[in-house]
């Protein structure tokens, strides 16, 4: 099965369990809001921005870049670095390419 498959009862947090950043959907189930992020991380969840509470993604997905997509992503689109675990774990944008 390999590192992406979902999780099993007592394997982690979150779905994926490697290291890389993924594309993660997220569920609160305080107020039922959805949203999703392409900074997921295993075993980091992201507080709801209604409710404030801690949510870990219930799936994970390799980050790829679908043919045509690049006209449209908004590179300015804000990830907000408040309610992330990691970015508040490291101090910065958990996105960056600095290690």
């Known amino acids: 099965m390999g590192k992406w498959q979902q999780r099993r009862k007592g394997k982690g947090l979150t779905p994926y369990q490697g290291r ?3 594309f993660g ?3 609160c189930k305080d107020c039922d809001r959805t949203w999703c992020s392409a900074n ?3 075993d980091k969840g992201q507080k709801c ?3 404030e ?3 870990y993604p219930t799936k994970q997905t390799p980050l790829q870049k679908p043919d045509g997509l690049d ?3 908004d590179i300015e689109k804000h ?3 408040h309610l992330c675990e990691r970015c508040k774990e490291l101090g910065r944008f958990c996105g960056s ?3």
Do not use: D, M
């Open 53 to 55: 509470v801690n949510v």
């Open 25 to 27: 959907e997220f569920h």
């Open 97 to 99: 390419l600095i290690r």
């Open 79 to 81: 990830h907000p670095q």
């Open 71 to 73: 006209e449209h992503i």
């Open 49 to 51: 921005q209604t409710c």
């Open 40 to 42: 997921s991380w295993a």
């Open 20 to 22: 890389k950043r993924t």
